[in-house]
């Protein structure tokens, strides 16, 4: 998992105290790959000052084409019945490419408006991030560990008066993946099935949560067993782009093509998809699937992916290789028509 930003905390809580005793900062920026926490503050910070969205004194500028004389003008009209003006501004790539005139704007902005910038990338080195940092407010939004995903998780339960105990908060996280938003969609769906318990457990998170994660490793190894090169590929970049870390993918890779030599060696051998079953610790139903992946592939094909496999895994942790290229080398070897 990524290295994360240990500041996180402490500047949350000096935006809900901003927002509590009602002394903004006249420039926010809320950045960063967590998309839950962007939208959350976002919204907190528009409500707190412009009360709503609807407001004739509340802007919303989107997009990679904005024009900064536009804003900056809108900046500069006086708000109509109050003493605010405020403008956000979302994935505008400002804070990223860089954007000369509202970062001298920004230097000395009209008094009645206020900035909430939005945006999942920034460069540091850019005139407008060092502006809104010497004059304004900036938090930087990535994914959590998770320690503090399961702190989150369990305060969440507990105020709807359940318990989670720390093996379920730690299945949970294994089974839906770090991804915030996905984490409370999930979490809804928890809560209303323990409508009448008092403590969400395992069994409820099994029978509750889908496995996001297992479903899109189905696919991909169907992509893969089918030789459809492209659609593995964008599978795989897919699950990197849900925050899953390579080495886990990998590991799950390994392991369905495992299942498959195990299945198809014991299916030559005409044994009953009862006993492979038993003999894998598969269900059932997922016998005859893993029997017609490995109908794709030859022993010797099933050893050499696995062999690949393994070999890549040490070149990264001997610091031969980068994951992210070990995964899709993988992908492509498995996927190259015979």
Same mark, same amino acid.
């Given at each position: ?19 509590? %005793? ?18 959350? %503050?976002?919204? $907190? ?26 804003? !900056?003008? #809108? ?37 009645? @408006?206020?900035? *909430? ?33 399961? @702190? ?11 318990? *989670? ?14 991804? #915030? ?23 409820? !998170?099994?029978?509750?949560?889908? %496995?996001?994660?297992? %479903?899109? *490793?189905?696919? #991909? @190894? ?7 090169? $492209? ?22 890779? &390994? ?20 006993? *492979? ?17 490995? $109908? ?8 050499? &992916? ?33």
């Amino acid at each position: 998992m990524a290295a994360k930003t240990s500041d996180f905390p402490v500047k949350q809580r000096q935006i809900n105290e901003d927002i509590k %005793n009602a002394t903004f900062k006249q420039c926010y920026l809320i950045y960063g790959e967590e998309a839950y926490l962007r939208n959350q %503050n976002r919204d $907190k910070l528009v409500k707190a000052l412009s009360g709503d969205m609807a407001s004739m004194n509340f802007s919303r500028y989107e997009g990679n084409d904005l024009n900064p004389g536009e804003i !900056i003008d #809108m900046a500069e009209t006086m708000p109509f019945l109050s003493d605010k003006r405020v403008i956000l501004i979302e994935n505008s790539g400002f804070f990223k490419n860089g954007c000369p005139e509202l970062a001298d704007y920004l230097k000395a902005p009209a008094e009645t @408006t206020f900035f *909430i910038f939005a945006e999942k990338e920034v460069d540091k080195r850019k005139d407008i991030y060092k502006t809104v940092s010497k004059t304004g407010f900036e938090m930087c939004c990535d994914e959590q560990d998770e320690g503090i995903l399961k @702190t989150w998780i369990a305060g969440k339960v507990k105020s709807e008066g359940k318990s *989670i105990s720390p093996r379920a908060l730690a299945f949970m996280i294994d089974r839906v993946g770090t991804d #915030m938003s996905n984490i409370s969609t999930e979490l809804e769906k928890l809560i209303c099935y323990c409508m009448d318990k008092s403590e969400i457990t395992e069994e409820d !998170i099994e029978a509750v949560c889908a %496995n996001w994660l297992t %479903n899109r *490793i189905f696919a #991909m @190894t169907d992509a893969i067993v089918e030789r459809n090169q $492209k659609r593995a590929i964008d599978l795989y970049y897919d699950l990197l782009a849900l925050k899953e870390p390579p080495a886990k993918i990998l590991a799950l890779i &390994t392991r369905q093509f495992n299942l498959m030599l195990q299945v198809k060696e014991m299916s030559d051998n005409r044994r009953d998809n009862g006993s *492979i079953a038993s003999a894998v610790k598969l269900a059932p139903f997922l016998v005859g699937k893993y029997i017609n992946w490995a $109908k794709g592939y030859s022993r010797e094909e099933l050893v050499e &992916t696995l062999e690949l496999c393994a070999g890549n895994d040490e070149a990264v942790k001997t610091g031969k290789l980068d994951y992210v290229i070990s995964v899709e080398m993988v992908i492509i070897k498995c996927t190259a028509g015979k």
